[in-house]
């Protein structure tokens, strides 16, 4: 009982008391009196019997106040995170749907290049002159398309 009646309260004041004084750096110049101004404060206060009371009912209050606190701050922390989870894991979705359309764009751009190269290949035979330059010219720019298409499908799967 001593130490719940005279022991806990006395420290409890003495820190507080300290903290207050190093924080507001009354006697900056003195190293001691602020640990010897406190424990005189708090000395004094042991033999009223107030001290008592206000000790107990202020730790009692602070008890009570830090536990609703701490279940307040859990919870927004519990619901922060979720909205973080949930916006991450929707920005991973899009991301890769972008990717899935982009890709396919990507494949439905070369189909239309070969189709168009196949049906330049088939009128070669048939071709005479300007006709046979002009294709051949085509296919050389569809040959080129074609490559730079493949490097951005390669980009994307790299990624």
């Keep these: 009982m001593f130490i719940w009646v005279g022991i806990l309260p006395f420290?409890?004041?003495?820190?507080?008391v300290y903290a207050f004084l190093k924080?507001?750096?009354?006697?900056?110049?003195?190293r001691k009196v602020n640990g010897i101004l406190s424990f005189l404060i708090a000395f004094s206060t042991l033999?009223?019997?107030?001290?008592?009371?206000?000790?107990?009912?202020?730790f009692n209050l602070m008890s009570f106040w830090?536990?609703?606190?701490?279940?307040?701050?859990?919870?927004?922390?519990i619901w922060k995170y979720g909205v973080v989870r949930r916006s991450q894991w929707t920005s991973a979705a899009a991301t890769a749907e972008a990717e899935a359309v982009?890709?396919?764009?990507?494949?439905?751009?070369?189909?239309?290049?070969y189709e168009e190269r196949k049906l330049l290949?088939?009128?070669?035979?048939?071709?005479?002159?300007?006709?046979?330059?002009?294709i051949t010219?085509?296919?050389?720019?569809?040959?080129?398309?074609?490559?730079?298409v493949r490097a951005q499908m390669k980009q994307l799967d790299d990624i």
């Design 11 to 16: 420290f409890s004041v003495w820190i507080i």
């Design 23 to 30: 924080e507001l750096r009354i006697f900056r110049r003195t």
């Design 47 to 58: 033999p009223t019997h107030m001290f008592l009371w206000l000790v107990n009912v202020t």
């Design 66 to 77: 830090a536990v609703l606190v701490f279940a307040f701050i859990f919870a927004v922390g």
């Design 102 to 113: 982009a890709k396919k764009s990507i494949k439905e751009q070369l189909s239309q290049l």
């Design 121 to 134: 290949v088939e009128e070669i035979p048939d071709a005479r002159g300007k006709r046979l330059d002009q």
């Design 137 to 148: 010219q085509r296919l050389d720019k569809i040959d080129a398309e074609i490559s730079n």
